[in-house]
């Protein structure tokens, strides 16, 4: 009695979870092929910016040892503030009156360049999106 108690729970869930999914991407204000293009931007975008920062650490590394070593001063490394990391790193909102694949898409088209990017009148946060905020760069083997 009870193994099939549990195997009907188990469906139900399953169940539940499929129409909750079916009705999010029926509701969402992007196509399927747009998510795809969109799944494969954040894709590349995250593989190029993992290869910046990596190229511009190791050169920052290379200048401080150099300068450590040397007793000489630093060349000067365009790094980005702590207020940019932020602003890229906050959590994603849909607007349709500007389609922007990322915080980061979104931050390198911003008007002026002291303007804020994190919420703005029209922002959504929609369900079916959740992939942009759950990026991959985040998890660094070796760390």
């Not at 079916?22 to 196509?31: E, F, I, N």
């Not at 490394?77 to 849909?94: A, D, H, R, V």
């Not at 915080?103 to 390198?108: A, I, N, T």
Request: aromatic share 12%; glycine share 4%; with cysteine.
């Amino acid at each position: 009695m009870f193994p099939v108690l549990g195997w009907i729970l188990i469906a139900v869930v399953i169940i539940i979870l499929l129409i909750f999914t079916s009705v999010t991407r029926c509701l969402s204000p992007v196509s399927f092929l747009q998510l795809k293009f969109w799944k494969i931007y954040l894709e590349q975008e995250q593989q190029i910016l993992k290869s910046k920062a990596t190229e511009h650490a190791t050169e920052l590394a290379k200048e401080n040892i150099k300068c450590f070593f040397e007793g000489s001063h630093p060349k000067e490394y365009n790094t980005p503030s702590m207020k940019e990391w932020q602003q890229i790193s906050s959590l994603y909102t849909f607007n349709p009156k500007g389609q922007y694949y990322s915080m980061l898409h979104k931050y390198v088209n911003r008007k002026e360049k002291t303007h804020s990017i994190r919420s703005t009148e029209g922002d959504t946060v929609i369900p079916v999106l959740g992939f942009v905020d759950s990026s991959g760069i985040n998890s660094t083997p070796g760390l």
